[in-house]
Every structure is written in structure tokens, then in C-alpha cells.
């Protein structure tokens, strides 16, 4: 197989964005034709910014892609499918109120601006097509009621109507339902047969062993290596996904945890497409402890973290914040009950990015008796309070009524936790608290997490960033598809077993 | 160094204000020239009637407060994240209510208190709506304006009818109009009530839990509901407010303007200020400070108008032209950067 | 209620259906593609007067039609490139163009004939009615125009890829971009159409239905035609049909006022109201549903 030339090739393909990270540091892919590329790899990895590079959504910084030999470069996606290249994405793109048939023949619906659509003539064409692939969708129902996986295959015919022969398939499996998964499964099968070439995406590892021929691992914007599937097992994956290395060291000196401060009792929680995105989750976060949960994106996390702080409906299940039953409670309420969250969207929720630090000092806080006089505020005590918070957590701000868009991000996510601290909680729910946070400033962070913790508070750590959650936590759930694979102790489990949680492979509960 | 950064976060807005406000003088003199009047006589008129004397500056000012009011309205909505162009109609009922109530409570306090209710019980329909079956507040008060232009004028028509003068409704009673403030002017504490309100919501929306809350809203409702606010509370104070800001420049109107005191047909002399609010809100950059200033500004030329017409023979409806413009200047985006950047080039 | 006054009824509601059909069509063309113009009453203004002028230099009410949509293009463009290309704020430049509509012509009627805010349209520069009563009543060759162009703009948006396009970059501007449609042309382009009609219904206005210009000429039919759109649930022929009733209501409404019978039983001020708490109602959902296109009054960038 390696010594025919590949379809296509993206050659030492370099990605820095605008702001300096460098998602990508030279990355060399090729695939064969006919054949289903696994491209697999931790959030993060840099997947899905080499196939927005490859389906001209993105430019790359460097590096160079060939498609049979010659070299091109795809201006926009209109581009890269025009030779043949079709992308499904993760979030769907499609016209919520167009039915199938709309979406598909969007664009090239047929001769003649305006002259009336050939409608029968494109059912025909979708018709062979789905006949092809042995799977039918409604071609006259609204998408948006149609099911998440249904959709997904009304994204394939769009691009199949399109005649691309390379299909970037990104975390196909991350919406759907087992069963969805197994049909997704039997279509691919079916275009692999056709002579399509498939990339497929994903970070799960029974799904690439069952699904791709080879299988590219990428890591921190570096490929790790590239296996054939047939002489690959989900340990290897595993290992090859997950490796790494340490940069920081903190000091977690032992503790016997005390109390239950936090308990949560089969939770289950709705995402925003109606799916069941927690499931059924049971455990408890004690004074003293750093409770960690880690896990790729996407499985359930985010509906996890809002549903307890106040900001997204429970279906079903209880949460008890100090015996007391907090299920459904405000935010207010939970503040004043001794919750703190520092969210995983620092830009969109933590703060107010066109308002000053000393607005954003109170978010959350803001009722308190302490900054108020009368029934004004008492911008004095707000502004000593916001000097404290910067001055103690070290936040490089150019003053206290400067906005908060002009710190570093790094400040802004100090200031956050400054501010979350600030609340005197017995209870912190630190969410993704050093994404996008530079070296010092996720250091501090994750010290100071540390030092919360000694001082006898509950921490509940969710992170897709897995050296963080290994480090810090005392004891840590791997979160896959709204369930618990296990829970464990980071210090009694190796990278392995890791990663094939992470991929969805059960380990075993601990007692 | 603290003011100096604080004036400096000012600097930008304001300086986007006067450009507009330039080019609308500009555009405004090139519609003059092409239609054969001299722009320099007109707008020599324009400042003298409005500015150079006692009795110009107090139309001036008397000018400037019922849309200084309006501007509010819609400036508060602006700093919740709201559209609410519901000044116009509310200032209809605000005008109404006094002259109702005031026929009954001789007293000036009780008309201005008359127009802030129904103003704010006014805003509340389309506050729900859009809370709760949420219904773009552009529509439904574009709507509510109309509502309120055929209600009001049943009332002035069929009901407070003035049985002396067929072309007006029942005046405000003489003890219960707002006194004057010069003598011979129409300039009343109408503009008194205007300012204060301004300083008012200044210091609510900039100095109290509540306005930081709407604002908190307005600028990022997640955020919001993240800090403990609920925005849909907010969403209904932002109406409330801005309802009882538009129905005190109605009752301000009515109960301050000389000689009528009364609503004229038509609802002549109360319509257009809802709308004129939003071009001053704007150009005041939606602070109620600002507001203040681009209130006289518009307030001016509404008082010079009249002087322009006399004496260049243009007529009074210019300002109008010129408004338009300055608001049309104001919405094109990174006006200021557009007109640096020649400069920029050139230092280079 | 006797039969001349039905017919005179129904030819007063056809004849005030015109231009606020003609503008509801045109809002829902530019909002189906996501450009919200809250300046169309300015619109009117301005190719009323404008299309007055044209019609009276050419002598002839159809130039006056054509001249009035070239003013309404020429004010579209201006709209268009402040949202559309510099991705500006939808609302405010339409609020700008109203004031600058209500002023300028008021302006222009005193310099441009000397008169005080009102100018007749010579008769020869008006369009001459289809047909006509010995009582006054006629039929505008307006009218079937407007019902052609309320068909056609059903037809080209439901039918044709042009339609197709424009309703996908109004509900879902990435979609349409990653097949390769360019989305700011489109827009623009709807826009355009968009202003374009209106221009024809101010022109309507004054050298056809009303044959005269005054500085309130529009009479906010811009803001109803906004009303309408809504109303129609962003389909033109809804939109036709709500025209209708908008232009019957008010007919009703004048009709009343004249009946002082009438009018002591009902104020015809509260029938004036019904077409916008009616509209209010759809609006809210309470009966239907009217959904406006998801990225309406959304500016789009590329990632």
C-alpha cells in the first residue's frame, strides 16, 4: 500500500493563530485511495484545524497540499469541493427550515437563476444516490425535525450530490446514539466499497479500531505516528494519544478528606439539541478534596457544570450542596450558599469584556451588603476590592476602570478566580480554569486550586487538559458519553487505562 | 492618571459625535448650495435665533427637553440590549394622562406623576411580549405607536374635547402647568424635570445594583444570568424606566408649553418626539449625560429653524435634513477610522 | 350598506393596497435574506417626490414609477453597503433615513415648486386609470401590476435556485457560504429589489393614487408595510392579502368617520387600531406562528 502515490497529502502543514498559539507544528498526512484514515487524537490535538486547512476554511501558516500528485490550495470550501473534497462537520450546516432536498441542491440547484427548480429531477438523482448507499432520509420534512443522525446523513448526500470522492467525517459519532453509530458505520462501509476515500475524525478508540484501515495520531499539533488498524490495539491508541509530558510540578502535600460538602444523585441533564447529555451520574466532592473529572469535550461535561451551578434545567436526579437540596436553585441562591464557579467560557459567561475590572470584580456578587450604600453603590469599596483582588492574585491590569478586554487572557482568567475565591465558598466548581492560559498564570492557578483544598474546601475540577486533571485531583472520574467509565485514583491507574476510558472502554469502579 | 484614562475612554465616542455632526452641517450646507440657498446666511440665522439671545436660548432649552426625555427611552433600552422605539406612542399617553388627571388633581406634581404611570404601565405589554413570547421589541413597539396614536386621539376627539375650541383638547388647568422659568418664553420647568431625570438615570443606571444589572444584561445576558441576574427582570425594568421617561416628556409637554397647554389636532404638537429621541440618543451615545448635549443641540436647531425661515427664507424643515444625515453618519461603522486613516497614511 | 358603496369600498382598499403590498413584498425579499430596513417610510418619501419631478420633466406618470425606483435603488445601496458590506447596525441608518425622508422633502416641495408643503401633480403627468365610474371610483393599472409582482416575488423565492438562495443566506449564512454562494452579494442584491419596490409604491403615491405630493405623503404606510411583513409571516402573498386588509380597515375607518350614525356606535379610531393588534397577535403566537428568518438583522462574517 505505501509504495502507490496517495490521493492526497498534506505536506509539513505549520498552523500559528493570530494570537501566537501554534495549533499545528508541521504536520505530514497521507492518504490512499479507497481507503478510511483514522485521524485521532486528545482536544486540542489539532484535528480539526488540519481539516478546516484542508477543506479551505483555514489558511495554513506553512506547508503544502497535494491532491493526485499536484499541488493546490483551496481558497474557500465552495473551492475544495469543486475538486472533490467534502467535509462533514461537527455542528451541522445546514438550513434549519429547508428540508432535505433544499440543503442538498443548495447551490447548484440546476440551470438558470430563475428559472423553476427541477425538483424531480434532483429526487431522482438523491434517490439512486441513497438506493447507492441502502439508507433513506425524508427529502421533505424540515431538517430541523428530523433526527440528529438523520441530518448527519442529509451532510453526506450533500456532499456525495457534489460528487466529492475524499470525505472529512469530523467526530461523526460525537451526536449520535449507539444505534445511529452502527447505521453511520454500515453507510461508510458502503462508500469505502464505492471506491471513496474517508478521513475520519474521532477521539474514540473502539470506533477507530472497528471503522479505519490506518489510523494517524496526532498530538499537541505533532503527528505521534501512523498504524495500520488490523495490527493496532486500543492499548497502543491509548498510549500514543495520551503520552506526554509533565511541564509543571505542584505540591499536593496528602490529606484525609472530611465531610461530604457536595453530593450529586443520578443526575440526568438535557443538551441543547434535546439529547440526554448527562446520565444518570451519582457522586460526591468532600471538604478537602480536588474532585476531578476529565474526558474529551462534548460527552456531557459542560450540561454537567450548568446543571449545578443554577443554569440549566435537571430532568431528574437530586444535588445537595451541605446537606441541603439545591436542585434547581438560582445562581444567587447557590452564591450565597457557598458555591463558587469559575465557568469554561471565560469571554462569553465569566465576564463582561466591555466592562471595567471593577464591574467584573462583583459579577455574582454584587448584592452584598459590603458594597453597598444605601441603596447605591459604593464604587469605593467596590474599586478597594478589586485592587485587593488584583494586587493578591498578581492580575497585570493597566487599573481597576480599565475594560476587562484588555487584559491578557491569562489576567482575565486570574481575575476570575480571584473574584470566585473572593465569594469565601466551601464549594468551587472550577471549569477548563487554564484553557487558553499561559505557562505562569496556569501555574498560579493550579496552586492556588491546590491551596483551596488544603484549606479545606470542596473542589469539583472538570478539564478536557488530562495532565491537569492527573495532578491535581485526589480522585478523578473519566466522563464518556454523559456516564462515569470509572473513578479513580490518579495515582493507582496508568496512562493506559486512561486513554481507553477516555475512549469509552469501561474501567473498573473503585471501591 | 485615573481621570486621564477615564476622559480617555470618553474621547472616542465623543469625538465619533462631532464628526457626525460635522458631516451632517456639511452634507446639510452642499443640499442648501445645490438648492440655490446661500448655506452661510442660513446657518448664520440658524445660530442666532437659537444661541444669541435670551429668548433664542430659552427656545432653545424649552426645544431640548421633551427629546432629551425620549432620548432616554431609548437609550436605556440601548444599554440593556433592547430596540425600544416605543418613546413615540408612550409620549402620546404621557401628554394624555396629564391633561386627564389634571382636570381633576389641580396640581402640577400630579400631572408629571400622571404621565411617569401611564408610561410605565404603557411599556409593560410590549415588555412582555418580548419576555415572555419573545417578540422583537422594534416590531412590537412600532406597533404600540400606532395603538397609542388612534387611542389618544379618540380621547382628544370624543372625550377631553375642548367644547371652546374645536382644534384642541381640554387645556391643563392654570394651577396645575408647570411655571415658567423666563418670564415670555416658553422655557419651563419641563426642562428642569428633563435634566433631572437625566441625572437621575445616570445615577441609576451607573450607580445603584439595579442599573448594573440592566447594563450587566444588555452587554452579555449570559454573563448575567452567570452573576446571579435573571435578564428577563431586567429586560422588564429597561421598559418600565424608559416608559416613564417617554410619558414625563409627554406630560412635560402639555403642562410646559405655552400657549396651549393643551394637544392640538392631529396630536400635532406632541408627534415626532419619540423618533427625534432616538437621533439624539444616538448621537449622545446612548448616556444620559451625553444626551443632555446632543438634546440642546437638537433642541437648537429645532429653535433656529424658525429664525432660518424669517430671515434666509429656508425652510424650517432643513433640520430635519441635516438630523437625518448626522444619524445616518453615526450608523456607518468605524466612522472615526474611516476619516483617520487618510491621516495615518500621510504621517507615514 | 348599499352596492355603490361596497364597490366604492372595495376599489378604496385596492387602491391604498398598493403600496403597502408593494413595500411588505419588498421587506420580505430583504428580510427573507436577512437585511432588516426600518427606512422604507423614508423611502417613500423621497420617490414620491422625487418620481413627482420625473414624471412632470417627462410628462408621463410611468417615468415617474421608473424614476421613483431609482431613487428607492439609490437609497437601497446606500443601506446596503453600510449592512450588508461594512456590517453595521440594521436599524439605525433606517431610523436616520425616515427623519431625512420627512425633512427633505418637506424641504424640497418649498424649493423646488414654492409652495407650502403641498404640490398637485399636473394631470398629464399622472397615470390615467384603468377604469372609471361617473362617481369617481376607478382602478389604478397599479393594481393588477401589484398582484403580478406579489405572484412573481412568491414564485422567484419558493420556485427558483435565485429564491432558494436568498432564504438560505437570511436563515443560515455559513450554510450557504460553504457551498460556495456568495452571501453579501445576495443580500445586497435583495436589498436592492427590496428598496426598488418601495420606490415604485412612493412614486404611487403621488403621481398615481393621490396625484399630489405633501410632506406627509408617506402617512407611516412604511411602518405599516413593516406590520404587514411581520403579519405575513414573511410570505408576499400573505403580505398581498394583508395589504388588502390594512388598505380595508382603513377605508372601513374614513368610511365610519363619514357615517355619524355610525360613528356614535363605534369611534373609528378603534377599527384604525385593529390591523396592528391583530398584527400583535401573530406576532406573539397566539394565533399561528410567524418565525422571522434566523440570522434577520444579523450581520455575517467569515470565520
Redesign the interface.
Known sequence: MEEQTPVLEMRDIVKVYPDGTKALKGVTIKVYEGEILGLLGENGAGKTTLMKILFGMLKPTRGKIFLRGKEVRFKSPADAIANGIGMVHQHFTLVEVFNALENIILGMEGHGLLSKIDVENARKKLQKLMDELNFQVPLDVPVENLPVGVQQRIEILKMLYRDVDILILDEPTAVLTPIEVRELFAVLRKLKEQGKTIIFISHKLNEVMEITDRVTVIRKGEVVGTVKTSEATPQLLARMMVGRDVVLRIEKPPKEPGEVIFRVEDLWVKGDRGEDAVRGLTFEVRAGEIFGIAGVEGNGQSELIEAIAGLRKVEKGKVYLKGVDITGKRPRELYDMGMAHIPEDRTHMGLILEMSVMENSILGMHWRKEFSKGFLLDWNKVEEHAKRLIEEFEVSAPGTKAPVKSLSGGNQQKLIVAREVSKRPDFIIAAQPTRGVDVASTEYIRNYLVKLRNENKAVLLVSADLDEVLQLSDRMAIMYEGQFMGIVKPDEVTEEQIGLMMGGVKGEPQK | ??LK??LR?YAKPVAESVLAILIGVLVGAL?LWF???SPLEAYYWLIVGSLASTDGIAETLAKSAPLILTAITFAIGARTGL?N?GAEGTVYFGAMAAIIVTQYLQNPIAGLLAGLLIGALWALPAAV?KVY?G??E???T??????AF??V??LA??VYYNPKDPNSTLPIPPSARLPLLIKGTSLSWAFIVAILSAIIVF?VMW???LG??L??SG??P?????????PKRSAIWSFVIGGMTAGLAGAGLVMGTPPSYAITQGLANVHGYG??G??VS?VGRNHPLGIIFAGILFGALSAGATAMQQHAH??L??????????????????LLDLFARPFRRGEA | MNEAMVISLLLGSLAAMVPIALTSVGAVISERAGVVNIGYEGILMFSAFFGAIFAELAGNGWVGILGGAFVGLLFGALHGVLTVYLKGDHVIPGIGLNLLGAGAVAFGIRAYWGTAGQHTVPSDAQISPLWMDAFGNSLSPMVPITIAVAIVAWWVLFKTPFGLRIRAVGENPEAADALGINVELYRFTAVLIASALAGVAGAYLSVDWLGTVTKQIAAGRGFIALANMVFSGWNPLIALGGAFLFGFFDNLAIYIQNNPWLAGTIPWQFIATLPYVVTLIVVAGIIGRARPPKWDGRPYKRE
Not at chain 2, 412600532?142 to 395603538?147: S, Y
Not at chain 2, 424643515?317 to 445616518?328: N, S
Open positions: 492618571m485615573n484614562n477615564e475612554g443640499v438648492s440655490g440657498y430596540f422605539v411580549l413570547r417578540v422583537h422594534v416590531i412590537s412600532i406597533m404600540f405607536n400606532w395603538i388612534f387611542l386621539s379618540w376627539v370624543s445615577i450607580h445603584t445594583k448594573y444589572e447594563r450587566t452587554q452579555n449570559r454573563a448575567a444570568e452567570y452573576g446571579g441576574i435573571n423618533f427625534d432616538i437621533g444616538l429656508v425652510p424643515e432643513m433640520i430635519k435634513v441635516i438630523e437625518g444625515i448626522i444619524i445616518i453618519a453615526v450608523a456607518v461603522p468605524g
